[in-house]
């Protein structure tokens, strides 16, 4: 990866070889081809940029036992502590390899890292590129791939560096339950998630809103499957952009998994590569130039479809026009996407402003 050359917009990337040591058992679908698919996209990305782009790449070390004990409980640390070194399933979809529990700790350190680089103004913006992946985790155990909640962990250190307002736009095709539980009561967190709906977990109704003082700070856009550019389009322009530029985060981080992918065997949206590039760019842009913002990588498991979209991404953060044939038009979706994101808006309605 070529290093940052200072003359264009500075990007860091978060990665390390240890993530490759949380070895997948046979078929499963969260393996170590998947980083090295992204990867891929990262390096292809810059040679479509052309000379002069490059990455800053982050020195990680792990998440130490504050940064997580932020978010997790420390009886569920000292028990992944205990589970270091051995091989097994949590539950029926989340393993362990020998050096699983190492590799998620560093994961958790990679986006502690990403903030603070962006705290202190080594980029505005950045990718780290974690796993095992972390939106499912919750407080007190592991679940749907993921030993620790990444994002979560990130968020809490955004908020010890002294952001006041932090948001996190989640567009995995699952909804990001971990990281909803832990902020659900939260009025500083904002947490948006656009997700497949009936799909894995199961949560994520458009109900659920948030609690306590945090009310209306949970925004779910549960969409029915075969989502199209436009109707993520379409969300982003009913509701997540409004809702976020009312919220006015200091810092933002996205849960950035490529699984509503056409091409993703998981799922069943239908999503392009450009797709997240506009969803980035149209962040991005509605972001004052003082939020720093940090995508950290989640799901995906079509390995040409991590290529493309990391890739598309990538470009969008080192300010890549868009693609003029692969632009959304958030007009004529479908009726049953169109009534979701109006049951939204009307649920919404209490705690925004929705145009």
């Not at 949560?203 to 809103?209: F, I, L, M, Q, S």
């Not at 982003?236 to 992918?261: K, M, N």
């Not at 080192?318 to 009726?335: K, L, Q, R, Y």
Request: hydrophobic share 45%.
């Amino acid at each position: 990866m070529a290093l940052d050359s200072g003359r264009f917009p500075r990007v860091v990337v978060a990665d390390d070889a240890l993530f490759l040591k949380h070895v997948a058992p046979p078929e499963h679908p969260e393996r170590g081809e998947r980083l090295l698919a992204v990867r891929a996209g990262l390096e292809r990305a810059l040679g479509g940029l052309g000379p002069g782009h490059a990455y800053t790449p982050l020195s990680l070390s792990d998440a130490s036992e504050e940064q997580l004990a932020r978010v997790h409980d420390p009886a569920y640390i000292a028990r992944l502590g205990h589970l270091a070194g051995r091989s097994g399933y949590l539950d029926s979809d989340t393993y362990l390899s020998p050096d699983s529990v190492a590799a998620a700790r560093r994961a958790a350190g990679s986006v502690v890292a990403l903030v603070d680089a962006l705290h202190a103004g080594q980029a505005r913006t950045g990718m780290a590129l974690p796993r095992p992946p972390g939106h499912h985790a919750l407080a007190d155990r592991a679940m749907g791939f993921c030993l620790l909640n990444n994002v979560a962990i990130g968020v809490a250190q955004a908020r010890a560096r002294g952001y006041e307002r932090v948001l996190v736009l989640d567009w995995d095709v699952h909804h990001g339950n971990g990281t909803e539980a832990i902020f659900y009561n939260d009025p500083n967190v904002l947490f948006v998630s656009l997700h497949e709906y009936p799909s894995y977990p199961g949560t994520g109704a458009a109900t659920d809103v948030g609690g306590g003082d945090g009310r209306g700070r949970t925004v779910n856009l549960p969409l029915p499957p075969g989502a199209t550019d436009a109707v993520y389009a379409a969300a982003f322009e009913r509701l997540v952009l409004p809702i976020v530029e009312q919220f006015a985060p200091d810092f933002a981080l996205v849960s950035c998994g490529f699984d509503a992918h056409a091409r993703d065997p998981l799922a069943q949206m239908l999503l392009s590569a450009q797709a997240y590039a506009n969803m980035t760019r149209a962040l991005l842009d509605l972001l004052p130039a003082r939020c720093p913002l940090g995508v950290v990588l989640e799901g995906g498991y079509d390995l040409s479809a991590l290529t493309d979209s990391s890739e598309a991404v990538a470009k969008a953060l080192f300010g890549a026009p868009p693609s003029p044939t692969a632009e959304a038009s958030a007009t004529a979706i479908p009726d049953e996407h169109d009534a979701s994101l109006r049951r939204v808006a009307q649920i919404q309605a209490p705690f925004w402003r929705l145009p």
